[in-house]
């Protein structure tokens, strides 16, 4: 028989939490806790399954893993973020290929007539004449 010194050391070693505490943590609602645990459970932290049980439990050790984890790849996106640069490109890409991506080209492969003339360089519309024998 397990002694209940054993038993308190047991449980000081797991520490599990619930849905309600780990909402309080992470800063959400115990509802969106209790949806994303089924639909998304990519977005919280590895759950403490025990068999023949449904009850949302997570262990203390695993969320603060996953908090540092979380901390480390959002750090790492705010420094790439702020690396890039605004501003038009410099590298000798053309401004209109950024401009108007989608009138680039159509569907015969060339753009159409009203962008062609005013990306043409040097040239001015060919306006028809009025007086046409």
């Known amino acids: ?14 520490a599990l939490i619930d849905a ?34 449904r009850k949302l439990l997570w262990r203390l ?6 908090m540092d984890e979380i901390s480390i790849v959002e750090a790492e996106r ?13 590298d000798g890409t053309s401004w209109r290929s950024t401009r108007w991506p989608s009138f680039r080209r159509s569907a015969v492969g060339r753009p159409p007539r ?3 003339a005013r990306l043409a360089v040097g040239s001015r519309p060919v306006r028809p004449s009025a007086a046409v024998v």
């Open 1 to 14: 028989m397990v002694s209940g010194d054993a038993i308190a050391a047991m449980r000081a070693s797991v």
């Open 20 to 53: 309600a505490e780990l909402a309080s943590l992470v800063h959400r609602s115990l509802k969106s806790v209790r949806v994303d645990s089924i639909r998304r459970p990519e977005t919280l932290p590895p759950r403490y399954i025990i068999p023949g049980t």
């Open 61 to 66: 050790e695993d969320v603060k893993e996953w």
């Open 78 to 90: 705010l420094r790439i973020e702020q690396q890039r640069r605004n501003g038009v490109p410099r």
């Open 114 to 116: 009203w962008l062609s």
